[in-house]
């Protein structure tokens, strides 16, 4: 029996998060601006949990999950996919007269030269606020920024680095938009770390803010309804940049982790003499954009810039925290060596994994050399 394609669904795989949005009952509470819708989510409730972004078509729901537009329907009517198909493009048989359907490719086009003019905008001024951010700060060394980093990572006061990738600013507003409106939800000092594009240019910065009172000695900050909220947070263009620790590679071997601290811990362990060291800034920017679902190790190599090591590294090293959801972290690291791979065919590339307790000298040994 040969299955006949219903031509209802690359319609609806064609419309635009804003045209669906049209077609739907409005969504209490969810305040949208330009490019994000934020409120409750339309099935399990909550406060700001729920978000919907207008440019990549997506929403995510903490709680929930996430999806695409046309899931966007089925979470909101509760309904299976095929009627989702039909809420949006009418009952199976209707033809879509060809003047409509080049109505709505022109506007989707001009929906799409319009999200990117818009985003370029915001990019270039969150780069502009991250800038700002740096320049106000001051040396890192004799600080508590350097007191915090060397009550994370043991030993850390022994590197002799001078770790320029660092600044410190002493009390800095943590800024949070909930509801349209910008609201200042804590203030205190704060580690900046400086995000490097691959052409070395800083595009953002990671902050961090700090309460060495704590037993993680990061600050403990809550949103209105008491939510709590990341203590580390990057502000401008973090994507295909990192943190360079150890400066501008400099060698033919790269160690990355996710996270400053797991890098850093594997500096102080000297796994790699000669190598250069550099954070991933987090999971999502070492993997980029995927073809599949979160699970998938599978690069999408059309999907924009990524984290990808420079020409001159021959042997990359990816260092897998211990304390993330492992499957979804092997699949990311999986795709951020496969992508380091094909755009440099000469590279290998190793993922380690970072066991509590276990040497990272040891594991970090190429095959055969245990």
């Not at 939510?227 to 295909?240: A, I, N, Y």
């Amino acid at each position: 029996m040969t299955l006949v394609h219903d031509p209802r669904i690359d319609d609806a795989r064609n419309r635009t998060m804003r045209e669906v949005l049209d077609k739907l009952p409005p969504l209490a509470g969810v305040k949208f601006g330009k490019r994000e819708g934020v409120g409750p989510c339309p099935k399990c409730g909550g406060n700001d949990r729920f978000s919907i972004n207008l440019k990549s078509g997506v929403y995510n729901c903490r709680s929930c999950g996430g999806g695409d537009h046309i899931r966007l329907v089925q979470l909101v009517l509760d309904c299976t996919f095929m009627e989702a198909i039909e809420v949006l493009e009418g009952e199976r048989g209707a033809e879509i007269d060809p003047a409509e359907r080049e109505r709505r490719r022109k506007a989707q086009e001009e929906q799409r030269k319009k999200d990117k003019a818009d985003e370029a905008r915001y990019r270039a001024w969150a780069i502009r606020d991250a800038v700002s951010i740096w320049q106000a700060g001051e040396p890192f060394r004799g600080t508590l920024a350097e007191d915090y980093l060397a009550f994370r990572v043991p030993d850390f006061e022994l590197l002799p680095h001078t770790f320029k990738c660092f600044r410190f600013i002493p009390d800095l507003p943590y800024v949070k938009r909930i509801k349209r409106r910008n609201h200042t939800l804590y203030s205190g000092p704060v580690l900046v770390a400086a995000v490097q594009a691959p052409d070395g240019m800083m595009r953002a910065v990671h902050r961090t803010w700090i309460d060495l009172d704590q037993p993680s000695g990061k600050a403990q900050i809550f949103a209105p309804d008491g939510e709590q909220l990341p203590s580390k947070v990057v502000r401008g263009s973090k994507q295909g940049g990192a943190i360079r620790l150890t400066g501008n590679a400099c060698g033919s071997s790269l160690v990355s982790g996710e996270g400053i601290e797991t890098t850093l811990t594997a500096l102080v362990g000297g796994v790699l003499p000669g190598a250069s060291y550099w954070a991933g800034v987090d999971l999502g920017n070492m993997s980029g954009k995927r073809i599949g679902g979160k699970f998938s190790d599978e690069p999408d190599m059309d999907g924009g810039p990524s984290f990808v090591p420079p020409c001159s590294v021959s042997d990359f090293w990816l260092i897998k925290d211990g304390d993330s959801e492992p499957r979804q972290t092997q699949a990311q690291l999986t795709a951020c060596a496969k992508r380091a791979m094909r755009i440099n065919p000469g590279l290998s590339a190793y993922i380690v994994p970072s066991v509590p307790g276990g040497d990272l000298n040891n594991m970090i040994k190429r095959p055969g050399e245990q």
